[in-house]
């Protein structure tokens, strides 16, 4: 029989995401979580405090994946779900809009192609509508329960694609966040950052054109440049992935981001 593999992960970055008194920490052996000593968090103290707050003490960890289209999200989704769960992590995947049966009729009438006009107001109060769904059904319970969520998209989207593409004013679309997440932010957010006519060129090759694929290159540069900014603004939140390499050299950089991550540096 050869040697077992037996790895000890702290993470010390809680410290200021869930306002915990003490590190957490990890005993795995063959890549199977042996031993957790969960965190305490504390309520109302540090930056993540949102979440404790919002969702009780035992916490996960939110993980949001962003770009424009035809990037890569789901094809990398399923590599991060992957690579937490065989390490032991309890992964839930999900997407907005969407992620409930009522969240996702809402996505649903998002991305139709209609002779109606959809005014940019009413996409933005749709947007916001899925997610209050969302949140209080999905991604809040999963995290009281310890899981991390995964999802494809969330509130960067609407600066990206609402604030960005569509001109709305940032300070609005922040005042709907405070409605309806509270305090609640995701921990980490990875963008996945490529050539606009390169990623429309891969989506199209995928399925026909949604009501947002039908948009403009000067709409998809706007989306784009407003990922660029927010990943700029907070390093310690944001990181941006060179998403026009070969899927493989995308994959390692994320598995740095992953590692970083769970060992608690980032
Ligand atoms: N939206 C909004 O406006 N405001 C909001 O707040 C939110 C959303 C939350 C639906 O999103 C729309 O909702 C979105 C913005 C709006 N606009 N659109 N369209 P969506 O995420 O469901 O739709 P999407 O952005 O178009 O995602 P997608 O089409 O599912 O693409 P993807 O997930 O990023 O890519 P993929 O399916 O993983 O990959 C595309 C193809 O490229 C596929 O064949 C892969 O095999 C291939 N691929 C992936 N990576 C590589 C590499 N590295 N090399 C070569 N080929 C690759």
């Known amino acids: 029989m050869g040697p077992i593999s037996i790895r000890l992960v702290a993470s ?12 957490a920490w990890w005993v795995f052996v063959e890549n199977k979580v042996l031993f957790k000593r969960k965190r305490k ?22 993980i949001t994946m962003e770009g424009t289209e035809g990037v890569g999200k789901s094809t990398n989704l399923g590599f991060v779900r992957d690579w937490l769960t065989s390490r032991g ?20 009438l998002l991305l139709s192609n209609r002779d ?30 310890g899981h991390w969520v995964l999802c494809d998209r969330f509130t960067d989207s609407t600066f990206a694609y609402q604030g960005g593409g ?7 679309i922040r005042q709907l966040e405070t409605l309806v ?26 399925s026909e054109p949604d009501r947002f694929e039908g948009e403009t290159i000067a709409f998809f ?19 941006l992935v060179d998403a026009g390499q070969p899927l493989a050299a995308v994959q390692e950089d994320i598995e740095q981001v ?6 608690g540096r980032g």
């Open 181 to 206: 997440q509270g305090t609640l932010r995701p921990d980490m957010t990875l963008i996945l950052d490529i050539d606009i006519e390169l990623g429309l060129s891969r989506a199209r090759q995928r």
């Open 166 to 172: 569509r001109g709305f004013d940032r300070a609005q």
């Open 116 to 145: 109606e006009p959809v005014f940019p107001l009413t996409e933005l109060l749709l947007i916001f509508a899925a997610r209050a769904q969302h949140l209080e059904q999905v991604v809040k319970p999963a995290l009281a329960r």
């Open 12 to 23: 010390t970055r809680s410290v200021y995401t869930y306002g915990a008194k003490r590190p």
């Open 258 to 263: 992953l590692v970083t991550l769970l060992d």
């Open 89 to 108: 992590i309890h992964v839930v995947v999900t997407r907005e809009p969407g992620g409930t049966p009522l969240a996702e009729e809402i996505r649903h």
């Open 221 to 239: 540069q706007r989306v784009r440049g407003v990922y660029q900014e927010l990943a700029a603004s907070a390093p310690e939140r944001y990181t």
């Open 41 to 62: 968090a504390v309520k109302g103290v540090g930056m993540g405090a949102s979440v404790s707050e919002s969702v009780g003490a035992n916490i996960g960890r939110f």
